[in-house]
């Protein structure tokens, strides 16, 4: 996501870092390579020119600070227009005070609009909402049921509406039926077109007075760049949209659809779709988001990421063994499980800030059937041995990449990489998590103090 712009980027500022004086020469040039990003990241011409010209004339008219060097200064400017371009603050999603609210969501044919349908039904159900689901297609051959195979999968209620072949009699009778059994948010999958036609904007029309809904969102393909701008343009002006859901975001490496919509067409981005996985749903946060470009990594959205997935008691318990030097194969295979359950390990590298040790993270391309063979690996070993990898002699590799389907090339590689993450996670852990266990007392004679 963003990986070319934020490619180009660190290198437009690499070029500054060297610089004593910010002067209308060196603003001028870094706008020039700061205009060739954006443009080449398929931004909309006219976000690039208002940006830059407010950029211009921040960066000559303010006083650098003295805590910043030129370099720092542009980019803390750049940052911050940036991210008024995406809104500034995060849209969150509106909610009638009559059950049920109802959200509608509108697109063009191909935009993930019924998978995004599951998606924020199970985001919904995170918040303790009690989602329903519908879908008003009525066209497209197996349209009804690709949405209750989905809600399915996400564990939300489908309302059927079997025998109902009308898209405003299915949505009103799927509100009564989400009245009645007592459901807080209806969402309404509509039908696409491979085009906008007076047709299906006739239809959606008629839904929206029909329905009243608190929330008419477009999902766009990201993919598509400035035609998912100017189609979420064109649907804001026939139904007025409240939002955007950007989906396919995690393929676009360019993002110049994210970073032009809300200027383009005056409506937030609330949601983007970030992977295929039905959990791959979040808020849109300009802040974050340009962090993320700009190299600054995007910690919050990580930390919140691991909040709702890792135990917690289980991370303290692995912090006691890490500090104690008892920490196994087994451990460390659970250890690899929960970092699986954050999603993609590239992207979450890509989170991390572009500096010190984590430099490269985002470029880091980690191949998930890696880390499945690594857990392979470890499975076939003993209790005895995951427990005491010191005992693993040729003999035991040779049955253990056997019991893998693995080799013992990879069996070696797997007892060296746990030797060398136990002795960094020891040395961090003396310094870093021994502070953390309140009331645990440090043994005599690990080197830490209690």
């Given at each position: 996501?963003?990986?070319?712009?934020?490619?180009?980027?660190?290198?437009?500022?690499?070029t500054l870092r060297g610089q004593a004086v910010l002067n209308e020469q060196l603003v001028d040039e870094t706008l020039h390579d700061v205009r060739l990003a954006l443009l080449e990241a398929d931004v909309n011409v006219k976000v690039v020119k208002e940006l830059l010209a407010r950029v211009r004339v921040r960066?000559?008219?303010?006083?650098?600070?003295?805590?910043?060097?030129?370099?720092?200064?542009?980019?803390?400017?750049?940052?911050?227009?940036?991210?008024?371009?995406?809104?500034?603050?995060?849209?969150?999603?509106?909610?009638?005070?009559?059950?049920?609210?109802?959200?509608?969501?509108?697109?063009?044919?191909?935009?993930?609009?019924?998978?995004?349908?599951?998606?924020?039904?199970?985001?919904?159900?995170?918040?303790?909402?009690?989602?329903?689901?519908?879908?008003?297609?009525?066209?497209?051959?197996?349209?009804?049921?690709?949405?209750?195979?989905?809600?399915?999968?996400?564990?939300?209620?489908?309302?059927?509406?079997?025998?109902?072949?009308?898209?405003?009699?299915?949505?009103?009778?799927?509100?009564?039926?989400?009245?009645?059994?007592?459901?807080?948010?209806?969402?309404?999958?509509?039908?696409?077109?491979?085009?906008?036609?007076?047709?299906?904007?006739?239809?959606?029309?008629?839904?929206?007075?029909?329905?009243?809904?608190?929330?008419?969102?477009?999902?766009?393909?990201?993919?598509?760049?400035?035609?998912?701008?100017?189609?979420?343009?064109?649907?804001?002006?026939?139904?007025?949209?409240?939002?955007?859901?950007?989906?396919?975001?995690?393929?676009?490496?360019?993002?110049?659809?994210?970073?032009?919509?809300?200027?383009?067409?005056?409506?937030?981005?609330?949601?983007?779709?970030?992977?295929?996985?039905?959990?791959?749903?979040?808020?849109?946060?300009?802040?974050?988001?340009?962090?993320?470009?700009?190299?600054?990594?995007?910690?919050?959205?990580?930390?919140?990421?691991?909040?709702?997935?890792?135990?917690?008691?289980?991370?303290?318990?692995?912090?006691?063994?890490?500090?104690?030097?008892?920490?196994?194969?087994?451990?460390?295979?659970?250890?690899?499980?929960?970092?699986?359950?954050?999603?993609?390990?590239?992207?979450?590298?890509?989170?991390?800030?572009?500096?010190?040790?984590?430099?490269?993270?985002?470029?880091?391309?980690?191949?998930?059937?890696?880390?499945?063979?690594?857990?392979?690996?470890?499975?076939?070993?003993?209790?005895?041995?995951?427990?005491?990898?010191?005992?693993?002699?040729?003999?035991?590799?040779?049955?253990?990449?056997?019991?893998?389907?693995?080799?013992?090339?990879?069996?070696?590689?797997?007892?060296?990489?746990?030797?060398?993450?136990?002795?960094?996670?020891?040395?961090?852990?003396?310094?870093?998590?021994?502070?953390?266990?309140?009331?645990?007392?440090?043994?005599?004679?690990t080197g830490g103090a209690a």
């Amino acid at each position: 996501m963003f990986d070319a712009l934020q490619d180009k980027f660190q290198r437009v500022f690499k070029t500054l870092r060297g610089q004593a004086v910010l002067n209308e020469q060196l603003v001028d040039e870094t706008l020039h390579d700061v205009r060739l990003a954006l443009l080449e990241a398929d931004v909309n011409v006219k976000v690039v020119k208002e940006l830059l010209a407010r950029v211009r004339v921040r960066a000559l008219g303010e006083e650098v600070r003295a805590s910043f060097t030129p370099a720092q200064e542009v980019v803390r400017i750049v940052r911050d227009e940036l991210i008024q371009i995406l809104g500034g603050e995060a849209a969150l999603l509106t909610f009638s005070k009559e059950y049920p609210t109802v959200i509608l969501l509108v697109g063009l044919q191909g935009s993930g609009k019924t998978t995004t349908a599951g998606k924020l039904a199970r985001w919904l159900a995170t918040k303790r909402r009690r989602p329903i689901l519908v879908s008003t297609d009525v066209y497209r051959p197996a349209a009804r049921e690709q949405l209750a195979i989905i809600a399915k999968a996400v564990e939300i209620p489908c309302f059927a509406g079997e025998g109902i072949t009308s898209p405003i009699e299915l949505a009103m009778a799927a509100r009564k039926d989400a009245a009645d059994r007592g459901h807080d948010v209806l969402i309404v999958d509509t039908a696409g077109r491979l085009h906008i036609d007076e047709q299906m904007m006739q239809e959606v029309s008629e839904l929206r007075t029909r329905l009243r809904p608190s929330e008419v969102l477009l999902v766009a393909d990201a993919m598509i760049g400035q035609d998912a701008v100017r189609s979420a343009q064109e649907f804001h002006e026939r139904l007025g949209t409240s939002g955007v859901i950007l989906t396919k975001l995690d393929g676009d490496a360019r993002g110049g659809a994210a970073l032009s919509m809300h200027h383009v067409t005056g409506q937030p981005i609330k949601f983007i779709g970030v992977g295929e996985k039905y959990d791959a749903l979040e808020i849109f946060y300009p802040e974050r988001i340009i962090s993320r470009i700009l190299g600054m990594g995007d910690m919050l959205s990580l930390i919140e990421k691991a909040e709702q997935t890792i135990d917690k008691q289980k991370a303290l318990e692995v912090q006691r063994k890490i500090v104690t030097d008892t920490f196994t194969l087994e451990d460390f295979r659970d250890q690899l499980r929960q970092m699986r359950k954050l999603g993609p390990v590239d992207q979450m590298m890509g989170m991390l800030p572009k500096v010190g040790i984590f430099k490269d993270a985002g470029k880091m391309r980690v191949d998930e059937k890696e880390l499945v063979h690594i857990e392979a690996i470890i499975d076939s070993m003993t209790a005895r041995e995951r427990a005491n990898h010191e005992i693993i002699n040729g003999k035991r590799r040779k049955r253990i990449a056997r019991g893998s389907g693995t080799s013992v090339q990879l069996v070696n590689q797997v007892l060296k990489q746990f030797v060398q993450t136990k002795r960094m996670m020891k040395t961090l852990g003396r310094g870093i998590f021994g502070r953390q266990l309140s009331g645990w007392k440090m043994p005599v004679g690990t080197g830490g103090a209690a």
